[in-house]
């Protein structure tokens, strides 16, 4: 295609064997054949297939190894539950990914267009989809271009900022390309077609779409988590195994206490939780008006540093509005922007028009009453309006246009009307000149309207806003260097202004050390944005983009957190992690702070985890090379998993603070801190046996004794670790406090009457409920400092 829009007419005419008047029915058949329907083909996945995907992963492994053991050991309870947690986790992540919509479907219906088509020596109407290289067609004001094609005759104005970028129309004159999914503005022309389907500019973007994908950041977090415990298990069942045979204990008692320090150390129901935290953080944005579309995304805000801003439609309106206009000898503003109103047609719905149209209303210019006698639209050769209307008996004569064609009309010499144009081209603005007259009498300069697509109202504020969370913003747009240092200036986002066409010149590493650096981009085109959002992944960022069009969509998707704005088309919604419902970008900051806060608990879950994890397997090891015996049951454990995992999994509602910077998961940051409380707890572990030692308890009431230290401490490190600083220092949520209370009161509960443990007098169970409580006070001492030296 790229070969098509450099060459000549002639050249391309012969080289597609047409011409002017266009192909056969028998030709364009034969050529349908071997080019295949002008359409974007999707790839569709089976949805059986894709559920079971959802059992081929890390976690899903260990799940399904310790299934098999539960099996081979005819522990059939412990199997089913774990088979339980696999099939639930499983269902919840494929019904989250069911409800995002087919991006590449979407793309493929917004090509179904008819096209006006020269066939046989004669104009017909057919489905574009039907279209082949070589084929003439006709486009006009309001036609979507059905395929790439070049003009052979005519001048039209086309937005393609969907495509492209670029927020104003752009002229497309004789040999120049009309991108497929662009709109006609203004003109008609006909062309030939020299690229259809997935060979267009827009079918290059759907392939970007299909091939983006944001690398799963939770997936990995949780791997390593499992990864480190796994790494203590297997140890510590080695010991096991290692003592067992020295001292002589059956290796039938050991495999089976063996297979539940395995149960225990593998987070089973952390994917669920983190499903649930998320879900629940979707549901809070979706009353702030966040659409969250791919769930992990709600966590990614969370660590998002980089924030890739789409200029057209996003920053600005992606509407044409007039600057401050410029008067000439004789007028004053009022009068630039009223005559510049009689040469303007509101039923044309030309995008000057309506600018100039807007200006006067907003500015409630007043004007006098006139009758309109003549009106000649726009016309690509003469790139002017000109009215004749009637005030008070006497005909005036008003153009409005280019301002080199109304200099030469109005015979305008004056070096400092060049030296002004010049000034407001170098700060991006689009410039018309309008001009008066008597009717067959001179014209006289009235002045020069500035055009350009201006920043929303709340620009400026949210990237103040986004700045003070700690994200970088970094503005992308397909306008020239001009335009986008304008702009930039007026929201604030900095002052590097790079064109990457440049960029694209360096090696890979200086290409993503320059991107890294760079606050806008200019001159992009869609797989320059994409080219973006990887640079900046490669270099370790969590990337977020906003956009709202077509070219928008691959980055969109291949971002972290890509960004669909109110306006956006149906390509960029589907592409999108989050869809605003609302104008304006206020909304991201919204959904940063509600992605903190799924981060804060998200950490409070996990941290906990690992240590109630660490405490398990640490302690019901260790205590049987000291007493010589299982200081609990194999069932207790997986009692302890519903009781506590389960219960806990209410973290996910808690009442919590967004910090000030964007967060990252550190697995050893997080192993370090749970360590030192790990020992902690584990010290606390002991000391309850000693007690229940001391007071000489039968074994298996130990059973339920250290049972019940296990559910009481494991509740009670929830509220140590949700808080960075005291424990005491702000209020759980209703939901949190009141399972944390019910599980307690129903462990006293089944304790003492003896369902599903053996049963253990009332006071013993106070007891054991009261050490937790002292040695969680104590504890929550000790994680202030050890919080704050690991930087959690």
């Given at each position: 295609m790229s070969d098509y829009e450099k060459e000549s007419i002639e050249e391309v005419l012969r080289e597609l064997d047409t011409s002017p008047e266009g192909l056969s029915e028998e030709e364009a058949k034969k050529r349908l054949e071997k080019y295949g329907f002008n359409e974007v083909k999707e790839k569709k996945v089976n949805p059986v297939v894709k559920f079971l995907k959802k059992f081929w992963a890390p976690v899903p492994w260990m799940l399904e190894v310790t299934i098999v053991l539960t099996y081979v050991l005819g522990k059939y309870l412990d199997m089913y539950i774990i088979a339980f947690l696999l099939v639930f986790n499983s269902v919840v992540s494929f019904v989250q990914e069911h409800r995002a919509e087919n991006a590449v479907e979407l793309l493929r219906q917004k090509l179904s267009v008819q096209a006006k088509v020269l066939r046989n020596g004669k104009w017909k109407l057919i489905p574009a989809k039907f279209l082949v290289p070589g084929d003439v067609v006709h486009i006009r004001l309001g036609d979507i271009v059905p395929a790439d094609v070049k003009i052979l005759e005519g001048e039209v104005s086309v937005d393609q900022s969907a495509l492209t970028g670029e927020s104003l129309p752009v002229a497309k004159d004789k040999g120049d390309v009309a991108y497929s999914g662009s709109i006609v503005r203004r003109g008609e022309a006909n062309g030939v077609v020299i690229a259809t389907g997935a060979k267009t500019y827009f079918g290059k973007t759907t392939e970007l779409v299909e091939k983006a994908r944001a690398e799963s950041h939770l997936e990995k977090l949780i791997l390593n988590i499992v990864k480190y415990l796994i790494a203590i298990d297997v140890a510590l069942v080695l010991a096991l195994t290692a003592y067992s045979l020295i001292s002589g204990v059956s290796l039938s008692d050991v495999l089976p206490f063996s297979l539940i320090v395995l149960i225990a150390s593998v987070p089973v129901a952390l994917p669920a939780t983190f499903t649930i935290a998320m879900a629940l953080g979707a549901l809070e944005m979706s009353k702030k008006g966040i659409l969250v579309t791919r769930l992990t995304a709600s966590e990614d805000a969370a660590s998002m540093d980089v924030l890739n801003l789409d200029k057209t439609g996003t920053i600005t309106e992606n509407r044409l509005r007039v600057g401050d206009p410029v008067p000439w000898e004789g007028f004053d503003k009022d009068d630039v922007v009223k005559y510049a109103y009689m040469a303007s047609d509101e039923a044309s719905q030309d995008p000057i028009d309506n600018a100039v149209i807007s200006c006067l209303r907003e500015n409630n210019v007043k004007v006098e009453s006139y009758e309109r006698v003549d009106f000649k639209p726009f016309d690509p050769s003469t790139k002017r309006t000109e009215a004749v209307v009637e005030i008070e008996g006497k005909k005036i004569r008003v153009t409005k246009g280019a301002p080199q064609v109304i200099a030469q009309l109005a015979n305008v010499k004056d070096e400092r009307y060049f030296k002004v144009l010049e000034d407001l081209?170098?700060?991006?603005?689009?410039?018309?000149?309008?001009?008066?007259?008597?009717?067959?009498?001179?014209?006289?300069?009235?002045?020069?309207?500035?055009?350009?697509?201006?920043?929303?109202?709340?620009?400026?504020?949210?990237?103040?806003?986004?700045?003070?969370?700690?994200?970088?913003?970094?503005?992308?747009?397909?306008?020239?260097?001009?335009?986008?240092?304008?702009?930039?200036?007026e929201v604030g986002i900095g002052e590097s202004i790079c064109d990457i066409r440049e960029i694209k010149t360096l090696r890979e590493e200086e290409q993503v050390k320059k991107i890294e650096e760079c606050d806008v981009f200019a001159?992009?085109?869609?797989?320059?944005?994409?080219?973006?959002?990887?640079?900046?992944?490669?270099?370790?960022?969590?990337?977020?983009?906003?956009?709202?069009?077509?070219?928008?969509?691959?980055?969109?998707?291949?971002?972290?957190?890509?960004?669909?704005?109110?306006?956006?088309?149906?390509?960029?919604?589907?592409?999108?992690?989050?869809?605003?419902?609302?104008?304006?970008?206020?909304?991201?900051?919204?959904?940063?702070?509600?992605?903190?806060?799924?981060?804060?608990?998200?950490?409070?879950?996990?941290?906990?985890?690992?240590?109630?994890t660490l405490q398990v397997v640490l302690f019901l090891t260790l205590s049987f090379f000291v007493v010589r015996f299982f200081v609990t049951t194999p069932f207790d454990v997986i009692l302890l998993l519903f009781l506590n995992d389960f219960v806990t999994m209410s973290i996910a509602t808690d009442n919590v603070r967004y910090s000030k910077y964007p967060e990252r998961w550190d697995v050893r940051k997080l192993i370090s801190a749970s360590l030192i409380l790990a020992f902690l707890v584990v010290i606390e572990s002991f000391f309850t046996l000693w007690v229940?030692?001391?007071?000489?308890?039968?074994?298996?009431?130990i059973h339920t004794f250290v049972f019940d230290l296990l559910v009481f401490s494991g509740q009670l490190t929830v509220y140590v670790v949700r808080e960075r600083?005291?424990?005491?220092?702000?209020?759980?949520?209703?939901?949190?406090?009141?399972?944390?209370?019910?599980?307690?009161?129903?462990?006293?509960?089944?304790?003492?009457?003896?369902?599903?443990?053996?049963?253990?007098?009332?006071?013993?169970?106070?007891?054991?409920?009261?050490?937790?409580?002292?040695?969680?006070?104590?504890?929550?001492?000790?994680?202030?400092?050890?919080?704050?030296t690991v930087g959690i």
């Amino acid at each position: 295609m790229s070969d098509y829009e450099k060459e000549s007419i002639e050249e391309v005419l012969r080289e597609l064997d047409t011409s002017p008047e266009g192909l056969s029915e028998e030709e364009a058949k034969k050529r349908l054949e071997k080019y295949g329907f002008n359409e974007v083909k999707e790839k569709k996945v089976n949805p059986v297939v894709k559920f079971l995907k959802k059992f081929w992963a890390p976690v899903p492994w260990m799940l399904e190894v310790t299934i098999v053991l539960t099996y081979v050991l005819g522990k059939y309870l412990d199997m089913y539950i774990i088979a339980f947690l696999l099939v639930f986790n499983s269902v919840v992540s494929f019904v989250q990914e069911h409800r995002a919509e087919n991006a590449v479907e979407l793309l493929r219906q917004k090509l179904s267009v008819q096209a006006k088509v020269l066939r046989n020596g004669k104009w017909k109407l057919i489905p574009a989809k039907f279209l082949v290289p070589g084929d003439v067609v006709h486009i006009r004001l309001g036609d979507i271009v059905p395929a790439d094609v070049k003009i052979l005759e005519g001048e039209v104005s086309v937005d393609q900022s969907a495509l492209t970028g670029e927020s104003l129309p752009v002229a497309k004159d004789k040999g120049d390309v009309a991108y497929s999914g662009s709109i006609v503005r203004r003109g008609e022309a006909n062309g030939v077609v020299i690229a259809t389907g997935a060979k267009t500019y827009f079918g290059k973007t759907t392939e970007l779409v299909e091939k983006a994908r944001a690398e799963s950041h939770l997936e990995k977090l949780i791997l390593n988590i499992v990864k480190y415990l796994i790494a203590i298990d297997v140890a510590l069942v080695l010991a096991l195994t290692a003592y067992s045979l020295i001292s002589g204990v059956s290796l039938s008692d050991v495999l089976p206490f063996s297979l539940i320090v395995l149960i225990a150390s593998v987070p089973v129901a952390l994917p669920a939780t983190f499903t649930i935290a998320m879900a629940l953080g979707a549901l809070e944005m979706s009353k702030k008006g966040i659409l969250v579309t791919r769930l992990t995304a709600s966590e990614d805000a969370a660590s998002m540093d980089v924030l890739n801003l789409d200029k057209t439609g996003t920053i600005t309106e992606n509407r044409l509005r007039v600057g401050d206009p410029v008067p000439w000898e004789g007028f004053d503003k009022d009068d630039v922007v009223k005559y510049a109103y009689m040469a303007s047609d509101e039923a044309s719905q030309d995008p000057i028009d309506n600018a100039v149209i807007s200006c006067l209303r907003e500015n409630n210019v007043k004007v006098e009453s006139y009758e309109r006698v003549d009106f000649k639209p726009f016309d690509p050769s003469t790139k002017r309006t000109e009215a004749v209307v009637e005030i008070e008996g006497k005909k005036i004569r008003v153009t409005k246009g280019a301002p080199q064609v109304i200099a030469q009309l109005a015979n305008v010499k004056d070096e400092r009307y060049f030296k002004v144009l010049e000034d407001l081209a170098s700060r991006g603005f689009r410039t018309i000149s309008v001009a008066v007259g008597e009717e067959g009498g001179e014209l006289k300069l009235v002045g020069i309207l500035p055009l350009y697509d201006r920043p929303r109202k709340d620009s400026k504020q949210f990237i103040e806003e986004i700045k003070g969370l700690g994200v970088k913003p970094k503005m992308i747009t397909g306008d020239n260097k001009l335009i986008a240092r304008e702009i930039a200036k007026e929201v604030g986002i900095g002052e590097s202004i790079c064109d990457i066409r440049e960029i694209k010149t360096l090696r890979e590493e200086e290409q993503v050390k320059k991107i890294e650096e760079c606050d806008v981009f200019a001159e992009v085109y869609p797989e320059d944005k994409y080219l973006i959002v990887k640079s900046l992944q490669k270099a370790g960022h969590i990337v977020g983009m906003t956009g709202d069009g077509v070219n928008d969509a691959p980055a969109l998707k291949q971002a972290e957190v890509g960004i669909a704005v109110y306006n956006a088309t149906d390509v960029a919604k589907a592409s999108a992690s989050m869809v605003l419902t609302h104008e304006g970008l206020t909304d991201i900051v919204e959904a940063i702070k509600s992605g903190r806060k799924i981060y804060q608990r998200m950490l409070t879950y996990t941290l906990n985890k690992i240590i109630k994890t660490l405490q398990v397997v640490l302690f019901l090891t260790l205590s049987f090379f000291v007493v010589r015996f299982f200081v609990t049951t194999p069932f207790d454990v997986i009692l302890l998993l519903f009781l506590n995992d389960f219960v806990t999994m209410s973290i996910a509602t808690d009442n919590v603070r967004y910090s000030k910077y964007p967060e990252r998961w550190d697995v050893r940051k997080l192993i370090s801190a749970s360590l030192i409380l790990a020992f902690l707890v584990v010290i606390e572990s002991f000391f309850t046996l000693w007690v229940a030692l001391v007071q000489g308890i039968h074994v298996d009431e130990i059973h339920t004794f250290v049972f019940d230290l296990l559910v009481f401490s494991g509740q009670l490190t929830v509220y140590v670790v949700r808080e960075r600083r005291s424990m005491w220092s702000s209020k759980p949520s209703n939901f949190l406090m009141l399972s944390s209370i019910a599980d307690i009161i129903f462990t006293v509960l089944i304790s003492w009457l003896g369902i599903l443990v053996t049963p253990l007098p009332l006071l013993y169970v106070l007891e054991v409920l009261g050490i937790s409580f002292a040695f969680a006070a104590g504890i929550d001492l000790v994680k202030n400092v050890s919080f704050r030296t690991v930087g959690i």
